[in-house]
């Protein structure tokens, strides 16, 4: 075989002597191209890799946003449990923020309807408590 620089490519005569099982009916084992094959590998390999080490990355990112709509959610509900309520609020009941003229809020079980939409305060919108203590909102004014 001869390869660009017309040189002979050394090439493996004997394969009773290599370490790894060949058949006889083989054709004679070139060293450059065992290097091209490996070299190609290595690509391969290497692209293999990159691709799933992108996703990686991708995955890491979509967690950590997810992390942090977790932790702006929990300092939300933190924020409304720290809401002025002269009632104890009971898991599944909707309860509804006012905003008073001096900006503090506070919670009521008069929602802004039963005010004949005339509230003595600013309405801020109403919400869900949930068992786990959270508050989902489930209308507003904004």
Not at 37 to 49: D, G, P, W
Not at 119 to 134: L, T
Request: charged share 30%; proline share 6%.
């Amino acid at each position: 075989m001869i390869n660009q620089h017309n040189k002979k490519e050394p090439e493996v005569k004997n394969k009773n002597t290599l370490p790894y099982p060949s058949r006889t009916l083989d054709p004679p084992i070139s060293i450059v191209e065992q290097a091209k094959e490996i070299e190609k590998a290595e690509k391969m390999l290497s692209l293999q890799v990159n691709g799933k080490l992108e996703l990686i990355v991708k995955q890491i990112r979509f967690l950590q946003e997810e992390a942090r709509k977790i932790i702006e959610e929990a300092h939300h509900d933190l924020n409304l449990h720290k809401v002025k309520c002269n009632f104890v609020k009971i898991p599944g009941e909707t309860i509804h923020l006012y905003e008073k003229a001096d900006h503090s809020l506070y919670f009521s079980r008069l929602s802004f309807q039963d005010w004949q939409g005339e509230p003595p305060h600013v309405y801020k919108g109403s919400y869900q408590f949930r068992e786990d203590h959270s508050f989902v909102k489930i209308s507003s004014t904004e």
